[in-house]
């Protein structure tokens, strides 16, 4: 009998399991593949994060304390986790995303600079952007080492107590007061149970009667071949991100690659996680490599790495943290819509607190299950 299962070993659930176990709970993590594994969305090397969020002030005031936790980790585990270069937003200075980026680090007193497009050219030669194009840099941001972060998660939840099976996939749960956790290899016992399971959730969830309206994408992690060698690297280029009507693309400096830089469309064609390298990603690929030929030209113009990684949208991109709405000691941590990984360390403190009966260190309200349905009744 455990206290907690916690379905699913990526960033959230990892940081949950790490949580749990750090305040006294015996947890089971469990993990469908073999770790570490690249069919999910927290694998690979590098995330961006920063403090500034927009019109989602929630995620900004949640990042105030992720930046410390993640500090705090790295001491904890003696590992490297945050390279602290920074965050570039451009666009049209009338444009939501830099209007909100603004108003978002004022509020949060977080050290900014507002860039003059002459400002953009003298800074960034590397960026070819339109005459209007104004620049909001961030001193908060970064890059997050994802692939550090993770296991730093893993190995200190073990170190802690806790048990983590991998290559053991959850077929079947069945509430109760105490449920039951069916898997491919036998049959466990807890008084809860966190389900994060990134893309895999709307196959998952029906079964506990649940239809989240969650959509599963497929993105490309691109990287590009610098021309000039050492153009890109994280002490010349920040991270970067430039939001328009209908593209978002986004960038990080030239780190786990020597010479070649990630530069990336922030969506991708609808696709199920158990068939991702089928999809067509034709028009990923085409609008990219116009956006780098255009704005990066000292790039080559043909993306010389390719890895695929899945996202799982909600309809309004927030999460979903909140519980099962008939089986209150099912607890969900699902959504996390392309921008969960920044925030990992405080979604693992709120599912951690879901999971012990504490209250949330955070207002929910924005990530609550019945913001998706009519009336909380028919849940
Ligand atoms: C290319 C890319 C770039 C991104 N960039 C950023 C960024 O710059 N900044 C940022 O903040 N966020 C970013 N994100 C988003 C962030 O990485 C995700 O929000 C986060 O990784 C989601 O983690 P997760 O734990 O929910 O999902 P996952 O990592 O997919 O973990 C879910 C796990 O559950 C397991 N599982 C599922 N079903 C079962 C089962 N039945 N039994 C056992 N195990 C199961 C899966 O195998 C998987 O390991 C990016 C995502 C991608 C793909």
């Known amino acids: 009998m455990y206290d907690v299962v916690v379905v699913g070993a990526g960033i959230e659930g990892s940081a949950t399991a790490y949580n749990l176990v ?10 469908q593949f073999p770790l570490p594994h690249s069919r999910g969305s927290s694998h690979g090397q590098s995330r961006i994060t920063r403090v500034a969020y927009g019109k989602d002030d929630h995620y900004a005031v949640m990042m105030k304390e992720g930046g410390k936790l993640w500090r705090s980790l790295e001491r904890e585990s003696g590992t490297s986790i945050f390279l602290n270069c920074g965050c570039l937003a451009v666009g049209k200075p009338d444009f939501h995303f830099i209007k909100g980026t603004i108003a978002s680090l004022s509020r949060h007193c977080i050290k900014h600079d507002i860039l003059t497009p002459g400002d953009l050219r003298d800074r960034y030669p590397m960026l070819s952007l339109p005459p209007d194009y104004v620049g909001v840099f ?24 806790g048990e983590l099976r991998d290559g053991e996939e959850v077929t079947g749960i069945l509430p109760g007061s105490e449920v039951t956790i069916v898997t491919s290899q036998g049959e466990y016992r807890a008084r809860k149970v966190v389900l994060t399971l990134g893309p895999w959730a709307p196959k998952f969830l029906p079964k506990l009667g649940i239809n989240l309206p969650l959509k599963t994408v497929l993105t490309l992690v691109l990287y590009w071949k610098e021309k000039n060698k050492g153009e890109f690297s994280a002490d010349r280029f920040p991270t970067y991100k430039n939001v328009r009507e209908n593209v978002e693309v986004y960038a990080l400096p030239s780190l786990e690659y020597p010479g070649h830089v990630r530069v ?23 609008t990219m490599k116009s956006y780098v030929r255009e704005h990066l030209p000292s790039l080559q113009h043909t993306p010389s790495i390719v890895e695929p ?12 943290l909140d519980r099962h709405p008939s089986h209150r000691n099912i607890i969900l941590g699902v959504g996390f819509s392309g921008h969960g990984f920044k925030l990992a360390p ?19 309200t924005p990530c609550r299950v019945d913001r998706f349905f009519n009336t909380k009744a028919r849940m």
Do not use: W
């Open 309 to 320: 990684c899945m996202y799982t949208n909600t309809p309004d991109l927030q999460f979903v």
């Open 346 to 364: 405080v979604v693992g403190k709120i599912l951690c607190e879901l999971a012990m009966d504490k209250t949330p260190s955070y207002d929910l």
């Open 264 to 286: 990336c469309y922030h969506d991708g064609p609808e696709t199920d996680p158990d068939s991702r390298d089928m999809a067509d990603t034709g028009r990923i690929l085409s």
């Open 22 to 31: 750090k305040n006294g709970q015996k947890t089971l993590l469990l993990e």
């Open 138 to 161: 961030d001193y908060s941001g970064g890059v997050l080492r994802a692939d550090k972060a993770l296991r730093a998660f893993q190995t200190l939840f073990v170190k802690y107590g």
